[in-house]
């Protein structure tokens, strides 16, 4: 497996509290990218990175931000979290780009009560 | 707007049978088009991308412009190939598109 460790790996909150999930990687790879799965929606793209302060939107951007000041890390905050983000978050890796392959984390089962 | 269609959230198929799972897109630009795979308790890995024409675990996709296809074929089922299979767009780079994914479970 690519060096991608995502951390928590669970975690439960409640609504309206900020969360942060953090994406690190030992690969030097330029893209990093932050994606949801849910039932029925498969993965969808919330955030991407190109590169150290680099970033932009996916399709289901809002109420997510991204940082990424190092090269190896990676974080998503939801600023007030809801119940509609109740999901699980799978970071990835790629040293060019999607076209080439995405390395994947293990992901995060989020729960927002 | 790109979007990959999986129409088969579930397909069932009997082990040693030929199995189809099937992947149409849309995007007015050249594809480029990949399917992943995501085994029970394992991380989401690629299985094979269409521009390397590759077969894999006995599974090939051919890109079929004509149709906006990319459908993921193996003539002969085996029980390890029960997972979930996600079609993939890259478009526009460097975003990757997923379709909703197809869980295949095959039947002994």
């Known amino acids: 497996d690519a060096g991608i460790t995502q951390s928590p790996r669970h975690k439960v909150t409640e609504t309206g509290t900020p969360v942060t999930l953090r994406c690190h990687q030992t690969?030097?790879?330029?893209?990093m990218y932050w994606y949801r799965q849910d039932p029925g929606h498969g993965l969808r793209l919330i955030h991407y990175s190109y590169g150290v302060k680099d970033t932009d939107k996916g399709e289901v951007s809002d109420g997510y931000s991204v940082s990424r000041s190092k090269t190896e890390d990676f974080l998503l905050t939801l600023e007030s979290a809801t119940s509609s983000q109740t999901s699980v978050y799978f970071c990835?890796?790629?040293?060019?780009?999607?076209?080439?392959?995405?390395?994947f984390g293990s992901g995060t089962q989020l729960s927002v009560l | 707007a790109q979007r990959v269609t999986q129409p088969e959230k579930l397909l069932s198929v009997f082990k040693g049978a030929p199995v189809e799972l099937k992947c149409n897109y849309s995007?007015?630009?050249?594809?480029?088009l990949f399917w992943y795979v995501q085994y029970s308790r394992q991380r989401l890995q690629l299985l094979l991308r269409?521009?390397s024409r590759e077969s894999i675990k006995g599974f090939t996709a051919d890109l079929n412009k004509g149709e906006t296809s990319f459908h993921l074929k193996k003539p002969f089922a085996q029980e390890e190939d029960s997972a979930m299979y996600y079609c993939?767009?890259?478009?526009?780079?460097?975003?990757?598109?997923f379709g909703t994914g197809t869980r295949l479970t095959i039947i002994p």
């Open positions: 269409h521009i």
């Open positions: 995007y007015s630009g050249s594809p480029e």
């Open positions: 690969e030097n790879h330029r893209y």
């Open positions: 993939a767009l890259s478009a526009p780079e460097p975003k990757l598109t």
């Open positions: 990835a890796i790629s040293p060019t780009g999607t076209n080439e392959k995405l390395f």
